[in-house]
């Protein structure tokens, strides 16, 4: 644990957290605890990743947030860290009805779905959109060559 105004953001961190993000941040944070630390380097003495993570807990009023030091051979290595870790989760596929079902079956009205990162008017929106697909008719799949390479692909067919 290191005091709050022990830890530095990096000021080249190129991740923007918005006020509705470090709100629910703070939010899991205050219910659940800390999950993950603030990585700091130990080269530069600057946030490496939690950046998020510290701006909630100032928001929170905490005093004291959980740290870890990591070494880096290099500053492009450790700005590479900083990026990867906002990068690397951007890639991720979200498989929605996996995601829907895991919503329903928490939604028992005593559980706060803030909790999960999603808004309660962002868990309508999204069951509006799985609903909607649902209800769709399935669209004609056709097969297309590239006429200058030849490679051959799916499309799926536009109303």
């Known amino acids: 644990m290191l005091p709050i105004g022990d830890v530095v953001p990096n000021p080249r961190n190129p991740n923007q957290h918005g006020d509705k993000q470090l709100r629910l941040l703070a939010k899991i944070i205050r219910k659940q605890g800390w999950r993950a630390p603030i990585t700091i380097s130990k080269r530069s003495g600057l946030v490496?990743?939690?950046?998020?993570?510290?701006?909630a807990a100032k928001i929170l009023g905490l005093r004291e947030v959980p740290v870890d030091y990591q070494s880096f051979a290099s500053d492009a290595e450790e700005w590479a860290h900083m990026v990867a870790d906002n990068r690397i989760a951007e890639l991720a596929d979200l498989r929605i009805p996996a995601l829907k079902d895991?919503?329903?079956?928490m939604d028992s009205g005593d559980f706060d779905m803030d909790l999960t990162g999603f808004e309660e008017s962002d868990i309508e929106t999204l069951?509006?959109?799985v609903q909607a697909k649902t209800n769709r008719a399935p669209e004609a799949e056709a097969e297309k060559k590239c006429p200058k390479c030849g490679l051959v692909f799916v499309?799926?067919?536009?109303?």
Not at 48 to 55: D, E, I, N, S, W
Not at 102 to 105: A, K, V, Y
Not at 155 to 159: G, L, R, S
């Open 48 to 55: 490496v990743t939690g950046h998020g993570r510290l701006a």
């Open 102 to 105: 895991l919503l329903i079956e």
């Open 127 to 129: 069951m509006q959109e």
């Open 155 to 159: 499309v799926e067919a536009t109303k």
